[in-house]
């Protein structure tokens, strides 16, 4: 009777542990911890994609304004081309040199 004694005694702790409402209130305090700390990684690793996104971004933005750069260059050469070979043209016909044709052509904004 004495081992079956002892061994009520040496299981009374956990007994109390699991029915103790201060343990209770600890682990789902420490529950509560760790799903806040998943919540931290996962927003973490959700800031860093949201980084990398923006620059990307970036980078394409700025592929499209060069691309729009480039066009609205070429735009602004082919009718300064043409007014020079209509000039030619023109002289050629006349035999008298004659003024230019100008033509303007506004900046895209």
């Not at 973490?44 to 060069?66: A, F, H, M, P």
């Not at 691309?67 to 043209?89: H, S, W």
Request: proline content about 4%.
């Amino acid at each position: 009777m004495a081992n079956e004694s002892q061994a009520a005694i040496a299981n009374a702790p956990a007994a109390i542990a699991q029915t103790s409402p201060t343990a209770a209130l600890f682990q789902k305090a420490h529950a509560k911890l760790v799903t806040l700390q998943r919540i931290d990684e996962q927003l973490t690793s959700i800031l860093d994609q949201r980084r990398k996104l923006q620059d990307e971004l970036r980078d394409v933005q700025g592929q499209i304004n060069e691309e729009f750069d480039r066009v609205i260059k070429d735009a602004q050469e082919a009718p300064a081309r043409l007014v020079a070979q209509f000039g030619d043209q023109v002289k050629r016909r006349n035999g008298a040199p004659k003024e230019t044709l100008r033509l303007e052509v506004a900046e895209a904004v």
